[in-house]
């Protein structure tokens, strides 16, 4: 457990990171609202940030939590079928080795509207009614999912709202040139670009 807490989200936070940064850039206008809502927790000051600021950044979170929906790090997951299961008139015996697509899960049109548009406030307490629980499961759901999901998120809202206080974040890579290769953690085939302008 300290081997996976530690290790194993390495690939899994960078990955996150970097498609956050790439669908930032190409939203200013969520940028612009992150740097709102971190004058109001922060003030104009540079002090640092702390683990009583992180629950307030709520909108900082939609848009992490949007950008794992639409490039989750880990973009499959697999289980061991317990029992027998019927599934679209389908009887899948027990025992039977299932991969669980969470890129395409996340992407389906009857689960989120509009599913490939960056759209944070999907994310907003009115909008999650009535969502299945496992419409949405970047780190996984159920008695396996990822132990480190809260380190996982505090560690990428600190990240990000500290680059954000720093740069501007402007367009190289778009979303549409992103083109997946199959591996254990979502990779584009070519680098994820991103230019980071001082903020004056």
Do not use: W
């Not at 395409?104 to 994310?123: E, G, I, M, S, V």
């Amino acid at each position: 457990e300290v081997d996976t807490f530690m290790f194993e989200g390495h690939d899994t936070t960078a990955g996150g990171l970097t498609y956050c940064f790439m669908l930032l850039a190409n939203h200013k206008e969520a940028q612009d609202k992150i740097l709102e809502e971190l004058k109001e927790i922060l003030g104009d000051n540079k002090r640092p940030i702390t683990m009583e600021d992180l629950p307030k950044m709520k909108y900082l979170e939609r848009c992490i939590k949007e950008s794992l929906r639409l490039f989750p790090p880990v973009h499959f997951i697999s289980r061991s079928l317990n029992e027998t299961v019927t599934l679209s008139n389908y009887k899948i015996p027990a025992g039977t080795f299932c991969h669980i697509q969470i890129y395409d899960l996340h992407r389906r049109a009857d689960l989120f509207k509009n599913p490939t548009a960056f759209d944070p406030d999907r994310f907003l307490p009115e909008n999650s009614v009535g969502r299945h629980p496992y419409a949405y499961i970047p780190f996984s759901a159920g008695p396996r999912n990822c132990i480190g999901q809260k380190f996982a998120m505090m560690e990428m809202k600190i990240a990000v709202a500290e680059v954000l206080r720093e740069f501007e974040l402007q367009p190289v890579t778009r979303p549409s040139d992103i083109r997946m290769i199959a591996d254990a953690v979502f990779r584009n085939e070519g680098p994820v670009e991103v230019t980071f302008v001082k903020r004056q």
